[in-house]
C-alpha cells in the first residue's frame, strides 16, 4: 500500500506500520544475536595443550589452469578462521601457481589425473571437512573425478560444503546429495534457481525466498541449503534462519570462496560440539549461520577501509579481527 506522507488519514496506519516494522526489526537483531551465540557455543577454545590437527584438517577440491583464485581463497579462509591444516586437491596445471600465492597451503596436483579419486581417498582419513567446487570448472573429466570423491566422502560420513561448479554438477545429478545430511549448498541467486529448476522441474517463487529454499532443503532430504543474497536464507528443511548481519554494496568476485572455507571449519566444529552446544539446532545450521555472518562482517570492515576497491583479499585480511567482533566480544 502506498501511504502518501501528506495525508492526515494515513498518519495513524502510517505510525502503526513503522511500529510494527521496528518490532519485527528488533526480533530479527534478537534472534541474531541468539544465533550468534551459539555459533560462539561451537568455537573451540585455544590451548596449549592441544597438538597440530586437533582444530581442523579441510581439503577444498577444485582449482583448474582458468581458476586459480578460488581454491586459494577457500583454503586461507579455512586456515584464517581457526583450521590448523589446509590442502588443495587441484588440477596439476593449477597446483603451482596456487603454492606460489601461499606457503601455508599443502597443495596436491591430482584433480586431473586418471588416478584421482583414489589419490584424494587417501587423504580422507586425515581430513574433517571437504570444501567442493571452487575453481573447478566444467571439465567432464574433472567433474567425473569430483563425483568419485564426493561418493568416497560420504561413505566415509565426512562432511561436505559444495559451492561454485560443484552446485553445477549436483543441479545435473541431485541424486548425488540426496539425503546426505552432512553436506551443506551454499548457492548464489543464480546457482540457487538452477538447482531449484532441476529438482522441481520449474522455476522459483522469487517472492517467496524463505518458502523456495525450506522446500528445495526438504525435497533433497534436509540437505542444508543457504541462499546468499542481500540477506542469506539458510534452512535444513525443518528451521530456516536469516543472516542479515551488515555487509557492503560492493561484490567483489571470491566473497563466496571465503565463506565456503570458513564453513567448511565451522561444520567440523560444530559437529565436534554436537546439539547440546546448539541448543537442539542443527549444527550444520548454526555453522553456516557463522559463516554467513563472518563473511559480511569482513566485507563491511573490508569495505570501510577501501571503498569501491574492495576484494576479497581485503576481506581475508580482515577476517581475524572480525571473528573476534563477532565471536569473542
Known amino acids: 500500500n502506498h501511504l502518501n506522507p501528506g495525508c492526515g488519514g494515513c498518519s495513524e496506519q502510517r505510525s502503526f506500520l513503522e511500529r510494527a516494522f521496528s518490532l519485527r526489526k528488533a526480533h530479527s537483531i534478537k534472534d541474531m544475536e541468539n544465533t550468534l551465540q551459539l555459533v560462539r557455543n561451537i568455537i573451540p577454545p585455544l590451548s596449549s595443550t592441544k597438538h597440530k590437527g586437533q582444530d581442523g584438517r579441510i581439503g577444498v577440491v577444485g582449482g583448474c589452469q582458468e581458476y586459480t583464485g578460488a581454491p586459494y581463497f577457500a583454503a586461507i579462509s579455512a586456515l584464517k578462521v581457526g583450521a590448523d591444516l ?7 596445471a593449477a ?47 574433472l567433474l567425473e573425478n569430483v563425483k568419485g570423491i564426493l561418493e568416497a566422502s560420504k561413505a566415509r560420513a565426512i562432511p561436505v ?56 532443503s526438504q525435497a533433497l532430504g534436509n540437505v542444508t541449503v543457504v541462499q546468499k543474497g542481500q540477506c542469506d536464507i539458510l534452512s535444513d528443511g525443518q528451521q530456516v534462519l536469516v543472516c542479515s548481519q551488515e555487509g557492503s554494496s560492493r561484490r567483489c568476485g571470491g566473497q563466496g570462496d571465503l565463506l565456503s572455507g570458513s564453513l567448511g571449519v565451522l561444520v567440523h566444529w560444530a559437529l565436534l560440539a554436537g546439539p547440546e552446544k546448539t541448543n537442539g539446532s542443527s549444527p550444520l545450521l548454526v555453522a553456516a549461520f557463522g559463516a554467513c555472518s563472518l563473511t559480511r562482517q569482513c566485507n563491511h570492515q573490508a569495505f570501510q577501509k577501501h571503498g569501491r576497491s574492495t576484494t576479497t583479499s581485503d576481506m581475508i585480511a580482515e577476517v581475524g579481527t572480525a571473528f573476534s567482533k563477532l565471536f569473542e566480544t
Not at 111 to 125: M, N
Open 86 to 92: 589446509s590442502h588443495v586437491f587441484c588440477a596439476s
Open 95 to 141: 597446483a603451482p601457481v596456487i603454492k606460489a600465492y601461499s606457503p601455508e597451503l599443502i597443495v596436491h596436483p591430482v584433480l586431473d589425473s586418471p588416478g584421482a579419486v583414489g589419490e584424494v581417498e587417501k587423504w580422507l582419513p586425515r581430513l574433517h571437512a571437504l570444501v567442493i567446487g571452487p575453481g573447478l570448472g566444467r571439465d567432464d573429466v
Open 161 to 216: 560444503v559444495i559451492d561454485a561448479d560443484g552446485l553445477w554438477l549436483v543441479a545435473q545429478q541431485p541424486a548425488l546429495i540426496q539425503g546426505y545430511r552432512k553436506a551443506v549448498l551454499t548457492p548464489n541467486h543464480m546457482e540457487f534457481s538452477r538447482l531449484y529448476d532441476a529438482v522441481f522441474r520449474g522455476p522459483v517463487d522469487s517472492d517467496d525466498r524463505h518458502g523456495s529454499v525450506l522446500r528445495l
